[in-house]
């Protein structure tokens, strides 16, 4: 695969398409059994509430991976990422209820580099609270 957005096409300042990710306690359940991270924070309500958390919470690189979707979808090509950085801000509180919780991303070019790579800074909201902090991807663009 190689990346179907071109560097000429694209200026500092162009929008990514945002998006919107659900998160449920079966959604937790279903990652831990594929990272192999079952920290009681994440699927535990006593738990996580003994420990001084409001919920159960997403865990981080799953939050991570769900926010760089909106980059791999853009670009089409997830091999294109060259870089990607994130600082956890708030957790995600997932309630155990059938809606859970929602992070909403959204995303721009904040620089071209050479090489035909882009920086890309996003943004990840939950509950009105930005949950990822200098969320920061490098993308080469063909």
């Known amino acids: 695969m190689t990346a179907k ?3 000429d096409d694209v200026e500092v300042g162009t929008e990514l398409p945002a998006q919107s990710f659900p998160v449920t306690r079966a959604t937790l359940v ?4 594929a990272s192999g991270d079952f920290n009681p ?3 535990n309500e006593k738990f996580a509430k003994e420990v001084g958390l409001p919920d159960v919470i997403a865990h981080g690189m799953f ?5 760089i979707r909106v980059v791999t979808d853009w670009v ?5 990422v060259v870089e990607y950085g994130v600082r956890f801000t708030k957790p995600v ?5 059938d809606a859970g919780a929602l992070v909403e991303v959204s995303a721009k070019v904040a620089a071209k580099l050479d090489d035909h ?9 939950s509950e009105g609270q930005k949950v990822l902090g200098l969320s920061r991807a490098v993308v080469r663009l063909a």
Do not use: F, K, S
């Not at 279903?30 to 059994?33: L, N, R, T, V």
């Not at 509180?93 to 209820?97: F, I, K, M, Q, R």
């Not at 790579?117 to 909201?125: G, K, M, S, W």
């Open 30 to 33: 279903q990652y831990a059994g």
């Open 76 to 80: 089409g090509d997830p091999a294109a």
């Open 63 to 67: 939050t991570m991976a769900e926010a």
């Open 41 to 43: 924070i994440h699927w």
């Open 117 to 125: 790579q882009v920086r890309v800074d996003l943004t990840a909201i």
């Open 93 to 97: 509180v997932v309630p155990n209820d």
């Open 5 to 7: 957005i071109g560097y």
